[in-house]
């Protein structure tokens, strides 16, 4: 007997703002060409429903635009049509403010916020919990910060904070694209 699959109620953004610098300042940072395509693989391979980018800065949106637009309406739509696919599932939004409406403009309810984070906190959610909660079915919104994460004032309003991915040695600092795999494949993985 094949096992029931799960399809969550889960959107993921991927927001360079607010986060901070190496040294704690709050920033917006510059979108990574490879952050879109990967994360967007993962999206679509996990049924996750929406891929969100968020950037206020006009010219880092215009370079969004550009990239999805190459594989969803150019040359590389027809060079790559399962890359298409997924990059179809990104959004772009000015602010998470934005993400959280346009989700309730779906699901009639705001999501609940889930932050990750490099850093553990005493209040972490662990990922088998998480994973029940999200089979209850309501809408949860699972956050990612670029540069050196988000800002401790958001992280302290989130719903959730996950646990951090953690390795067997003191080093831990993967790339955002990697650490977003990795948590969505404890969330979501058969």
Same mark, same amino acid.
């Given at each position: 007997?094949?096992?029931?699959?799960?399809?969550?109620?889960?959107?993921?953004?991927?927001?360079?703002?607010?986060?901070?610098?190496?040294?704690?300042?709050?920033?917006?940072?510059?979108?990574?060409?490879?952050?879109?395509?990967?994360?967007?693989?993962?999206?679509?391979?996990?049924?996750?429903?929406?891929?969100?980018?968020?950037?206020?800065?006009?010219?880092?949106?215009?370079?969004?635009?550009?990239? !999805?637009?190459?594989?969803?309406? @150019?040359?590389?739509?027809?060079?790559?049509? &399962?890359? /298409?696919? *997924?990059?179809?599932? $990104?959004?772009?939004?000015?602010?998470?403010?934005?993400?959280?409406?346009?989700?309730?403009?779906?699901?009639?309810?705001?999501?609940?916020?889930?932050?990750?984070?490099?850093?553990?906190?005493?209040?972490?959610?662990?990922?088998?919990?998480?994973?029940?909660?999200?089979?209850?079915?309501?809408?949860?919104?699972?956050?990612?910060?670029?540069?050196?994460?988000?800002?401790?004032?958001?992280?302290?309003?989130?719903?959730? !904070?996950?646990?951090?991915?953690? @390795?067997?040695?003191?080093?831990?600092?993967? &790339?955002? /694209?990697? *650490?977003?795999?990795? $948590?969505?494949?404890?969330?979501?993985?058969?």
């Amino acid at each position: 007997m094949e096992k029931e699959k799960f399809i969550p109620n889960l959107y993921i953004a991927l927001t360079h703002y607010p986060v901070v610098d190496k040294r704690g300042d709050t920033i917006t940072s510059a979108v990574t060409n490879l952050d879109l395509h990967d994360i967007a693989r993962v999206t679509k391979t996990y049924g996750v429903k929406s891929f969100y980018v968020v950037t206020p800065l006009a010219d880092q949106q215009h370079l969004v635009k550009k990239i !999805i637009s190459h594989w969803t309406d @150019g040359s590389g739509a027809v060079y790559n049509p &399962s890359r /298409r696919r *997924a990059l179809e599932l $990104i959004q772009l939004k000015d602010t998470l403010a934005d993400v959280a409406e346009d989700i309730k403009g779906i699901e009639n309810v705001y999501p609940k916020t889930v932050v990750t984070c490099a850093r553990k906190y005493p209040a972490s959610t662990g990922y088998k919990e998480f994973r029940d909660i999200l089979k209850l079915g309501r809408p949860h919104l699972l956050v990612f910060g670029t540069a050196w994460g988000l800002t401790e004032p958001f992280i302290s309003e989130a719903d959730y !904070i996950l646990e951090p991915v953690m @390795g067997p040695t003191d080093y831990n600092h993967l &790339s955002v /694209r990697t *650490a977003a795999g990795i $948590i969505i494949d404890r969330l979501l993985g058969a």
